[in-house]
């Protein structure tokens, strides 16, 4: 590995191709006989740093239209909280169904199960069959994995009946020193950023963008009204900008005072402190309560002049979605990724029908979109959101600061890169933005 990262580092691309591959190589894991490790405790307390392993595995075979990666950065996305702590499934479910697919998509159901599902790092290897990338070509990745086998995918490929997410439905993921991903997931590095700035928008840029630009998803237009829920988090952080870019008008919604200046950082003006407002929107358990969706809706119009959210950007889940229904403007769309905080939701229903407004259910991206989201990263237009890095040996805390929303934007993980700061390939571009690359760091 050692020389492998030398190669990298020494600019030595052409050399990689003539390397070995190391037989094993260090990976973030969970273990499928710690399953139970949570039984009985609250979802809080299940802590990622109990159940996430850094453990020597084999390098897996490569297949056909597959490429092998060294992975220089990744990131922490709130799936690998979700595998990490076992919840709402154990993700060895997914790698046993995959398994049985086929003699190739076996080698997916381990005992061990390496996470992650984003990564910026340089081809290894490629298998049989792929002309479009070669073996020191610079990428990051999506973690769309799709077969095609079946018509259904071939107009959107997250229809492909056999879609899965890599790293969290598939096994080999970006948390480790290698990659094992489909040559459709790569799309090029934006050369002015750092392996572990370039690593941190993927998942949770593309899933914003198919969510809130797509005609997949609200397909948003200059001038609408969105309601972002979350803006400085993962998704959220990218929600905003796409709003922004894209000449919508966000209305922020964060909990703290530190989260609402990192809005404004991003360009945002109409910004709700839901912790300083105060928001209950649940009585108790079971009912919820519509005095104080009315609250927010009309903290939303005195912030907007009197505008509803022609776009709700769901994705709390069972917390807010009553209210999110409530407050789309008549013929609005709530559009919904996720469920935080629960997924069984419940809204009233009258709202809805009445007003003649639209829930959409979004899923991360197709190939086309997180290209286009990529893009948008590489030409300056959206930025990386990163504002905290730690090595691959600290995942587990890193993924605990993202389980306890103790973090800002998104966190990023060092794979083989032995420091932070290296691989920009321009520097001119990046010093035209180095302000907006930074706005989450140290914060
Ligand atoms: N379907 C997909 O393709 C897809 C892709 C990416 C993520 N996801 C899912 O989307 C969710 C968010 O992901 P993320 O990366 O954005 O996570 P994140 O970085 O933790 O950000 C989520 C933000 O939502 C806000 N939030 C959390 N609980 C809330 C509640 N009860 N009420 C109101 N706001 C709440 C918090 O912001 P404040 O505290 O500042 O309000 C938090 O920072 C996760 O469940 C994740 O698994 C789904």
């Given at each position: 590995m050692q020389k492998i990262l030398d190669a990298i580092l020494a600019d030595e691309r052409d050399a990689l191709a003539h390397l070995p591959v190391p037989e094993t190589y260090k990976g973030m894991t969970v273990h499928a006989d710690e399953v139970n490790l949570f039984d009985g405790m609250a979802t809080a307390d299940k802590d990622p740093r109990r159940s996430l392993h850094l453990d020597e595995v084999p390098t897996p075979e490569l297949g056909p239209g597959e490429a092998l990666v060294a992975v220089m950065a990744s990131a922490i996305n709130y799936n690998t909280v979700w595998t990490s702590i076992f919840e709402p499934l154990s993700t060895f479910g997914f790698l046993k169904r995959y398994g049985k697919t086929s003699p190739l998509a076996s080698r997916h159901d381990q005992p061990y199960h390496v996470v992650g599902s984003d990564l910026a790092g340089v081809v290894l290897r490629t298998g049989p069959g792929v002309q479009a990338w070669k073996p020191g070509d610079e990428v990051v990745a999506h973690c769309l994995s799709v077969e095609l086998e079946s018509p259904d995918g071939h107009n959107d490929t997250m229809l492909d009946p056999e879609q899965r997410i890599?790293?969290?439905?598939?096994?080999?993921?970006g948390l480790a020193e290698l990659a094992l991903v489909k040559t459709n997931q790569l799309m090029p590095k934006p050369k002015h950023l750092t392996w572990e700035e370039a690593a941190s928008p993927g998942l949770v840029n593309s899933t914003a963008y198919r969510q809130l630009v797509s005609t997949?998803?609200?397909?948003?237009?200059?001038?609408?009204?969105?309601?972002i829920w979350g803006a400085s988090g993962g998704l959220g952080s990218y929600?905003?900008?796409?709003?922004?870019?894209?000449?919508?008008?966000?209305?922020c919604v964060v909990s703290s005072e530190e989260k609402a200046e990192i809005c404004r950082r991003m360009g945002a003006e109409l910004i709700i402190n839901r912790n300083a407002e105060g928001y209950r929107f649940w009585k108790d358990e079971h009912e919820q309560d519509p005095r104080e969706w009315k609250r927010f809706g009309a903290k939303i119009r005195e912030l907007t002049g009197g505008d509803d959210p022609d776009i709700v950007f769901e994705h709390p889940g069972r917390e807010t979605f009553g209210a999110s229904v409530y407050v789309a403007r008549k013929g609005g769309t709530i559009v919904t990724c996720a469920s935080t905080?629960?997924?069984?939701?419940?809204?009233?229903?009258?709202?809805?029908?009445?007003?003649?407004?639209?829930?959409?259910?979004?899923?991360?991206?197709?190939?086309?979109?997180a290209w286009e989201a990529n893009r948008?990263?590489?030409?300056?237009?959206?930025?990386?959101?990163?504002?905290?890095?730690?090595?691959?040996?600290?995942?587990g805390q890193a993924a605990r600061d993202v389980q306890s929303n103790a973090h800002q934007g998104k966190v990023g993980v060092l794979c083989l890169a032995p420091e932070e700061g290296l691989g920009v390939r321009d520097p001119e571009l990046r010093a035209r933005h180095?302000?907006?690359?930074n706005r989450f760091r140290g914060v």
């Open positions: 890599w790293g969290f439905e598939t096994n080999f993921g997949n998803g609200a397909n948003m237009k200059q001038g609408d009204t969105v309601l929600a905003t900008q796409f709003a922004l870019n894209g000449g919508a008008i966000p209305v905080s629960g997924y069984m939701h419940s809204y009233d229903n009258r709202y809805l029908w009445m007003n003649l407004k639209r829930i959409i259910g979004s899923h991360f991206a197709n190939y086309r979109e948008l990263i590489a030409k300056g237009k959206i930025h990386p959101t990163l504002s905290k890095v730690y090595s691959l040996s600290e995942t180095l302000s907006d690359i």
